[in-house]
């Protein structure tokens, strides 16, 4: 199933029936994913969403040559991942931050075009501006230790934006974090990417987070590893806190629900009210 129309010269990010599967200790086999085809339009920001199990950090990390298939094709920007590698062309966030503790959170970003510097893009960001989006401004000279969580991974997204990376890709990067951190976050990782405007694909559990976040959502589904629905999100931008109350939000949050439990085949549990189902 493909995400959108787009045709793989004109997709950032390619996919076609992609399969890998993974031998378990009892010598059965995990079908971690099966004949996946997505398509990614250049520029879009783009989630998978889908419970534990389905496939989509492995998808994510065949997109950026870490995962070898056992079969089908990966193309970004119409290279393969190892030529985008290679060439610096991808970001990546996952979970932790992985900062070097030792340098302060200015260092931390511009440390990272010191070690690339013959593949850095022109003309070169502003990091202390993208610093100043994320809301790192007063924190630009303090140590990790001094760091909230959020901002740490704050320090981390601005990092990897400010490669400015072809295709950014981020596994669960806010999964850690307390909800209005992550409400937070949300905001200034929408601000960074209005900045530099790179192809995002985004792995989530968060029904919400992946609405307020997306141009689609990808819903994927487990046992075998497969994409299921993908979903547009025609909500307009920017995207504040507040369109998180609006009827047209909880309508889009309720599509992606009801396509979820749709790939289980399963009737949602009862909804209780005053504690009475």
């Known amino acids: 199933m493909n995400s959108t129309s787009e045709s793989p010269v004109d997709a950032a990010i390619s996919v076609r ?3 890998r599967t993974y031998e378990l200790e009892d010598f059965s086999h995990l079908v971690a994913l099966h004949d996946v085809d997505l398509e990614v339009k250049a520029g879009s920001f783009v989630s998978v ?10 998808l994510l990390r065949a997109v950026g040559g870490l995962e070898p298939l056992e079969s089908g094709e990966v193309r970004v920007c119409g290279r393969t991942p190892k030529e985008v590698a290679s060439a610096k062309g991808f970001g ?13 959170v200015l260092k931390n970003v511009t440390v990272a075009q010191k070690v690339n510097r013959k593949h850095n893009r022109t003309p070169a960001p502003d990091l202390e501006h993208l610093l100043r989006v994320a809301g790192l401004g007063e924190a630009m000279h303090k140590l990790p230790r001094e760091l909230s969580g959020g901002m740490q991974q704050r320090t981390a997204i601005v990092r990897a934006f400010g490669l400015r990376p072809d295709v950014m890709l981020m596994d669960e990067p806010f999964s850690a974090l307390d909800e209005f951190t992550r409400e937070t976050l949300q905001g200034q990782l929408l601000d960074l990417w209005a900045e530099t405007r790179c192809t995002v694909l985004f792995v989530t559990h968060s029904i919400s ?8 959502v990808v819903v994927m589904a487990p046992r075998p590893g497969r994409v299921v629905d993908v979903i547009d999100v025609d909500l307009p931008r920017p995207r504040d806190a507040d369109l998180l109350k609006s009827p047209e939000f909880h309508a889009v949050e309720a599509r992606v629900r009801d396509s979820l439990w749709a790939a289980f085949d399963e009737v949602p549990p009862p909804v209780t009210q005053r504690g009475r189902v």
């Open 92 to 104: 990546f966030v996952p979970q932790t931050p992985s900062l070097l503790p030792w340098l302060s």
């Open 49 to 58: 969403i889908g419970p534990s199990g389905c496939g989509k950090s492995t």
């Open 17 to 19: 029936g992609a399969r």
């Open 209 to 216: 987070e992946a609405v307020r976040l997306s141009d689609q």
